[in-house]
Structures are given as C-alpha cells and as structure tokens.
C-alpha cells in the first residue's frame, strides 16, 4: 500500500493515498460507492451507509430511474429531513454521462419548495392517484409522515421510497419516520432505499431493530473508502483549541483567510457566544477579516477587504430575514467556481446535506450537540476538488477548570469517538426508557436493564411520543438556553425549574397541544434532566451537580461540557489506543495534538472495535493459537474463516484477529495499558 505521509503541527492528521478511484466514473457515469449501490439495484430493500459528499443523492437516482424503468415501480418518492437538501434531488443530467435517463422531477411535485403543509399533503396524494402521470415526488420527513396517514396501504404499493439521512428515524416504536418504513416493509410491496452518513444517533436508540436491518441488504461506503479513493485531497485534519476569555479573542489564531471557511458560531445566550447576540457575532467575525466594502443587494454577498489588501466574499447565513437568506441561500446554489464565496459564516445550517465542494476548513466554536453533529460538520469539508489537498476541522473551545491531564483524556476518547464514527461505527450510550407501568408494551428496542417504570407518569398521546421520540434534543436544547432557565438559576428553588419554567417552554413550544401532554412530556424532561446530566446531546451553557439541573454553576465552560461529553462515550475506554502526542501552547489556553493518523491506523482502529466484539482476552487467544490452532493447520493448511459455521472454526479465527491486531498495534507503538503491554 503506497503511503502518503504528511504531519501538521497543529492537528491530527488523516493522510490517503489518492487513487482517483472515488470520483472517477464508470461508462454510466457513476463514482465508485455509486457503482456498488447500482450492483445493489434489484434489491427490494437496500441499506446505503456512505459519508456525506460521496454522491449518495446520485447513487439514489440511478437506483429509482432503473426500478421504474426495468422493476415494475410505478412512482418514486424521495424524502429528505429538510427542505435545503432537497436541492440535491434537484433536475440531473445523466444521459450525457453514459446513463440511459435524466433525472427530473415535476416542479408541482417538488415539494420541498412549498410551504404550506396542506398543500404539500394535497399534492402527495393526487401524486398517488392512479390518475397522475408523473413518476417522481420530492418531499421532507414530515411531508412523508402526515401524507401517509391519510393513504391505504395498498395505495402505496408498487412505489420506490427514497429516506434520505436515515438517521432520523430510529427502532424505537414511537419514532414516526421509523414506523413508516416498517409500515412499508410490512404491509405494502414497495421497495426501500435508505441512506444515511451516520448510521448512530445522539440518543443511543439504533436505527433500525435487528430483525429489521436483516431485511435490508447493506451497502457501506466508509470515509476510509471515499478519502483513500481521492484524486486531490490528501489529509484530513482534526484539532481542539481551547482559549481563555470570549472566543473572539483567539478567533484569529485559527481563522486563515487564505482558506475557504465555513464558520458555525455559537447560538446568541450560550457560554461560548457570551454576551454578544448571533448578530453582534457576524459583525465582529467579519471586522476581524476586515473592513466590509460592500453588499450585493441581489444576492446579500458581502465583499470585505483584507488588510492586505485581498477582497473577500462572505456569505451570512445567520440573517433570520427570509429574503436575505433566500437569496444568499440561491447564491451558494449557483456557485460555479471557487471565486464565488471565501467564507460562510452560519449558525443553525450549512451542516448536513449542504455542498461547498472548495471548503477547505470547518471552524466550529463551542461544543456541537452531539457526536452526529460533528461529523456531518467535518462532511461539509470533505468533498475532493482541484487544487484542495488538505480538509479542517477545528474545534474552538473555551478552557475547562479541570486538569490538563483530564482534558486530554477527554480529547482522546473524542478523536477516537470521531474515527470510529466515520466508520461508521455506533459508540454513544443508550437512553432511558420511561414507562407508566411494568405492563405498558415496549417496543422501543432499548436494553430493557435502561427500562424505569414511574409511578404517576402520565402517558403520551401519539402526537406527544413522536415529539419526544423526534424533537427532544431540540426541546431540550431550548430550555437550556433560555433566558429565564439562565436567570433562575441562582435565585429559585428546584420546583420552580420543574414544574413552572419547564412546562411554560414545551406549552410555548407547542401551543396546540392539550394540557395533559404538556404535563407528560414536562414530566420526562425533569426525569431525563435528572438521570442525563452529562448527556452530550445538552448544548445549552448550563450543566447539573449532584442529577438537579437546578444546581448548576453560572461559570459551567464548553470544556467542561466537552468533559462530560466524552465520558457518554460506550466502551471508548476499553479500545486501547492513544491518539494524544503532545500539548502545545495556544492563546492563554492551549491545544491537543495526537499522534499522525494515517490509512494503516484508521484501519486498525476499525479492527480494534471489531476485536471489542469478541469476548475473549489475549490470554484465551494466545492459549487457542498454540494449541487448537496448531492442530488444525496440520490438518487443513490454510487459517479458519470467521465467517465459519463451524463454532469451533470460528474461535480460532478469532483468535487470530485478536493476536494479529494486537501485534500491528504493538508494532505501530500505539499506546496500551500498562498490563496489557505485560502480556
């Protein structure tokens, strides 16, 4: 294996070997992870697990176009989390690439760029209708969801559904994108392809049950595939910088103007944004840059001139302005070159499903809500392009309290956590799972050992589970940052938090839900509050002692939090490798660097999660290779398959994997606990 080996001293670094072979095309004009997914083509129900900038959209439309052509599908319906990624499914060109059909879906059935929700719903049902002559719809989740409840399930029969980020949905029983597509698989003959970056979610929940992933046949396409298979990008970069005082202090110590930036900033009243508004934030980011020269009133382009004399566009996507944000929004969708826009900056968008093939650098300051998020952010940099040889993502974060040594610790498990999931790989910890009594039915596919049945609950409507299945991080993360929660802090008594100010935010959330179901979800957002504390998904500035949300300390940092996020990390302590090299000054704070990560160490990061799922310690293994493994290899010649349905065949492969692995980590000098490296 050819090796490109490239060390920057400010970051962990990713290095590959560009082979081209992930943006090369075939004769149909399809990349390598399309060219897989198309093998696939025929399969009823497939399951695609690619990185985002893979060309997922693509792969999508090759699949439909062939079902409707060759496999007796009558429609195609392809749905997505938001409107903006509904631009990917946007009219495309294939035949001029080797495909036998375009891709083109009928501006009335693009129903990403409708707002009204009846509408929307109107429209998908007509597009159902035997009578209507178009062959592909375009819609969100929740266009999905209400649609569906109002149409027969031999009405669907015969279709292709296209789930775009897949993670949305989960195996809980009240999760509504979950429950679709096994009323889908269940009840209809229509075909299924699902696709997702990120094959986890932030709550633990699976995405699928078990016995319904089995009926999926599985095409995966990980960041070690895609990279290793780039033309141009060479390294992919992963730093943590902390700082001392307000973030925009020791901004310019990470921002290169020369590279293409998507800034995220920290939304107005959390710890890190401090007491500038999202809109104080933009303006003091771009005096940063520079002085602002002018603004395009067509697209809301800004031109800010460097102090060296270097005009730059920005493109502000915090504006809450629709007009403003729709045309810079229309803008970004133009872009033809890389002279088009310098820097992004936003705040809640531009992470998954948004396309800046030249972005060079995602800065993000303040720590993300949860481990999905930060990877589709690092997605947003990935995309190969001409002339871009190294991708970043930097971590901006303000200085923990705690010790230097338990910061690095932390960063540790987060470098590991980052590399497993672009692994695709699942290492968040479950949730809890409240129920009213012993006797209510669980579907939820959580380890029943994370069941508590609570006296007094109330239960949930329909309408209340699907929220708290599929908003509640959202829900959460707006109480956190509310003004009033921060200003009681210090002055009310823990029943004030509880049962006022909680109750009055979901009533204010969800003003049309009957009193009842605001009481069910406030109460299991206290107990959730209580029992999660240190949950990674909180990305408010507050954070709990003791399990009382009420308790919180006004000083609480993003480094804490970053603390508290890596320890919700399962089995990352037992995956004994060290990323960490050493610590170099940064501002008043400083920053960790790791150890070079390279092809070969992705690789044996995968296989050591893989050894984790083995149960069996290298004693076992040593004691199976000199005495087992010795008698069958006179025998057969060759090593045993861990594919085998042999029991005992497939030991002894697994034997192997652990010694084998084991030796590459010791030969690679990754670190290992003290008592292992005895043995």
């Excluded at 072979?21 to 009823?44: C, D, F, I, P």
């Excluded at 760029?113 to 375009?138: G, Q, W």
């Excluded at 045993?640 to 084998?660: G, H, T, V, W, Y």
């Amino acid at each position: 294996m050819e090796l490109r080996e490239n060390y920057r001293n400010d970051q962990t670094v990713i290095s590959y070997q560009q082979t081209g072979r992930s943006t090369n095309t075939n004769e149909l004009g399809m990349r390598e992870m399309q060219a897989r997914v198309y093998e696939k083509r025929n399969e009823k129900y497939l399951l695609v697990k690619a990185p985002p900038a893979s060309g997922k959209s693509r792969a999508m439309m090759f699949v439909a176009l062939d079902k409707l052509a060759h496999q007796g599908i009558k429609k195609v319906v392809v749905a997505v989390p938001e409107k903006s990624i509904g631009r990917s499914f946007k009219d495309t060109s294939l035949k001029k690439f080797g495909f036998f059909e375009d891709w083109s879906v009928p501006q009335y059935f693009n129903l990403c760029d409708t707002e009204d929700e009846k509408e929307k719903v109107k429209r998908f049902k007509e597009f159902v209708a035997s009578y209507t002559t178009a062959k592909t719809l375009v819609c969100t989740h929740a266009t999905l969801r209400y649609a569906l409840k109002d149409l027969e399930d031999e009405e669907l029969n015969d279709m292709f559904f296209g789930i775009d980020e897949f993670h949305h949905t989960s195996a809980d029983a009240n999760n509504g994108l979950g429950e679709v597509v096994r009323r889908l698989m269940n009840n209809t003959n229509a075909h299924v392809l699902a696709m997702t970056g990120s094959f986890f979610r932030g709550d633990g929940v699976p995405v699928l049950r078990p016995e319904d992933e089995e009926r999926f046949t599985p095409v995966q396409f990980n960041y070690y595939d895609q990279l290793n298979g780039y033309r141009y990008l060479k390294t992919l970069g992963l730093g943590y910088h902390f700082y001392k005082g307000h973030y925009l202090s020791a901004l310019d110590k990470v921002l290169d103007t020369r590279q293409k930036t998507l800034i995220h900033i920290p939304v107005t009243n959390s710890k890190a944004a401090g007491a500038y508004d999202k809109y104080e934030q933009v303006k003091q980011i771009i005096d940063l840059i520079g002085s602002k020269v002018d603004e395009d009133y067509n697209t809301n382009i800004i031109t800010v001139k460097t102090k060296d004399g270097r005009l730059l566009k920005v493109a502000n996507l915090v504006e809450d302005n629709p007009d403003h944000r729709n045309r810079v929004q229309g803008y970004l969708q133009r872009m033809k070159k890389p002279s088009d826009v310098d820097i992004i900056i936003a705040m809640g968008m531009a992470k998954e499903g948004f396309d800046w093939e030249w972005c060079e650098h995602c800065l993000t300051i303040g720590v993300r809500g949860s481990l999905t998020e930060i990877v589709q952010i690092i997605g947003r940099c990935t995309r190969d392009s001409e002339g871009k040889e190294h991708a970043q993502f930097t971590n901006l974060i303000a200085a923990p309290d705690e010790t230097q040594d338990d910061v690095v610790v932390a960063v540790n498990d987060m470098l590991k956590a980052i590399t497993a999931s672009l692994l695709m790989e699942q290492v968040m910890a479950p949730r809890w799972n409240f129920k009213v009594s012993v006797d209510e039915e669980d579907n939820s596919n959580i380890d029943p050992s994370r069941n508590i049945v609570v006296e007094g609950l109330k239960p949930l409507s329909s309408e209340a589970k699907q929220i708290w299945d599929e908003q509640i991080d959202e829900l959460k993360a707006s109480i956190l940052q509310d003004n009033r929660v921060q200003a009681s802090i210090e002055g009310e008594a823990p029943e004030y938090f509880h049962r006022v100010l909680i109750p009055k935010i979901v009533e204010e959330r969800f003003p049309h839900l009957p009193d009842e179901d605001v009481e069910a979800l406030s109460q299991r957002l206290s107990l959730d509050f209580v029992l999660r504390p240190q949950a990674p998904e909180f990305t408010g500035d507050i954070e709990g002692e003791e399990g009382d949300p009420t308790d919180m300390e006004a000083e609480a940092t993003d480094g804490g939090r970053l603390l508290k996020m890596a320890n919700t990390f399962i089995n990352l302590d037992k995956l004994d490798i060290n990323l960490i090299q050493h610590v170099n000054p940064f501002q008043r704070a400083y920053e960790i660097m790791s150890n070079e990560i390279d092809a070969p160490v992705l690789k044996v990061i995968q296989d050591a999660i893989a050894d984790k799922k083995i149960n069996m310690d290298i004693d076992e293994a040593k004691s199976i290779y000199l005495t087992m493994f010795q008698e069958w290899r006179k025998e057969h010649g060759d090593h045993p398959s861990i594919q085998s349905p042999d029991p005992s065949e497939r030991r002894m492969a697994e034997a192997i994997r652990i010694l084998k692995n084991y030796k590459i980590r010791r030969d690679m000098g990754l670190d290992f606990p003290d008592e292992l490296k005895k043995k």
